[in-house]
């Protein structure tokens, strides 16, 4: 290399950063013994700045932009004014670039259950997980608190931080909110946003923001899961006997299509025709088959009730115990009474639960 070469390499620096990676928060400008020529050129770039660190300390901030490096207090002018020290200069520079962009779909979760007292279940165990993004809002701090001298800082660095403080302000939030566990999946919104202000003072000590914070799921353990489901399947199923009456039919409706498909074969059909003749009463290749008596039909179903007293539902309740409530007058004629296939409450006296409330005798003879 020749010497024009050499002095138009000292008088020349551009200096600029070209992300090509989704996870680099901060990048140091490489430069031959950390030396940054006077004049050099400074770009910066939408969703970027830029930190002068000069003699070790936080020189400057600069934001986008195209900026002349000029100043008394940059760098000397070029190394070629220090013969006495071999072209290297005493004061030594560094420009380190970082992204101020949003860093988006970052996991959070709870690693263990979250311990709290539920007003309905009692003491109970949570887990939750979600989403969230991080942004740089001041990149002087950050560098200050986070970074330090880190040549390349990636967001995997300082993302298990975050998620810690994160779950930790969430087990916070929830044993305060008193919000019952089945009414969280309603407000999962309200809970992030109320978990989003109360990182934001910690984080804010680093030189970052959280723009978003999403509660994705939050979830019990799977026996307490397990108990709701069936408690949630006894609700469906309702009443237990109309429930049994209705798995027997589907038994015998899929016995009879068996039946039917064996008699698609030779020995099914010849079974048809037996069967016929047995219920036809008629005698068949084996003789005549009595008819089998018809089945009694099924005992009459008691009805349960349930009784409505301000706002509030007791039962059920079967009509000897509506009696009986009738009998120490904790039940009224006026009182809300529904049973399953009644359509909506009625006053007892309306229903066939009228027959319970005692008839005043006449007056004795004589009186």
Wanted: proline residues 8%; negative net charge.
């Amino acid at each position: 290399m020749g010497i024009f070469d050499f002095l138009s390499g000292e008088f020349i620096d551009v200096i600029h950063w070209t992300d090509d990676t989704r996870d680099t928060m901060v990048w140091r400008f490489e430069r031959e013994d950390h030396e940054i020529k006077y004049g050099a050129k400074l770009t910066v770039r939408e969703s970027q700045a830029a930190v002068f660190v000069h003699e070790g300390q936080l020189a400057d901030t600069f934001m986008p932009g195209l900026y002349m490096l000029e100043t008394n207090n940059l760098p000397i002018m070029t190394t070629l004014q220090h013969w006495d020290h071999g072209f290297k200069s005493p004061f030594k520079s560094e420009i380190y670039f970082i992204a101020t962009r949003r860093f988006t779909d970052l996991k959070w979760g709870t690693k263990n259950p979250i311990m709290l007292r539920d007003p309905e279940f009692g003491p109970t165990r949570l887990r939750a997980f979600g989403t969230y993004s991080v942004r740089v809002s001041d990149p002087g701090k950050f560098l200050v608190e986070i970074v330090g001298t880190d040549g390349e800082f990636t967001m995997d660095e300082i993302s298990y931080q975050i998620r810690n403080i994160i779950v930790q302000a969430f087990s916070r939030v929830i044993a305060n909110s008193g919000i019952p566990v089945l009414d969280m999946a309603a407000n999962t919104a309200e809970l992030g946003r109320i978990l989003a202000d109360s990182i934001t003072k910690s984080i804010a000590a680093y030189g970052l923001e959280l723009p978003e914070l999403y509660i994705e799921n939050i979830s019990l353990p799977p026996a307490v899961e397990k108990a709701l489901d069936e408690r949630t399947s006894r609700g469906v199923v309702g009443s237990l006997d109309e429930h049994l009456r209705y798995k027997a039919a589907e038994a015998l409706g899929t016995e009879a299509g068996a039946a039917g498909a064996a008699m698609g074969t030779g020995f099914g059909a010849g079974m048809g025709m037996q069967m016929g003749s047995m219920m036809m009463g008629q005698p068949g290749p084996w003789g005549p088959r009595p008819i089998a008596p018809a089945p009694p039909p099924p005992p009459p179903v008691e009805h349960v009730w349930h009784v409505a007293d301000g706002g509030e539902t007791t039962g059920p309740f079967s009509k000897a115990r509506m009696g009986k409530m009738a009998g120490d007058g904790s039940l009224k004629r006026d009182s809300w009474v529904w049973t399953p296939g009644q359509d909506g409450w009625k006053h007892a006296e309306d229903t066939e639960l009228a027959e319970l409330f005692t008839v005043s005798p006449p007056p004795p003879p004589g009186a």
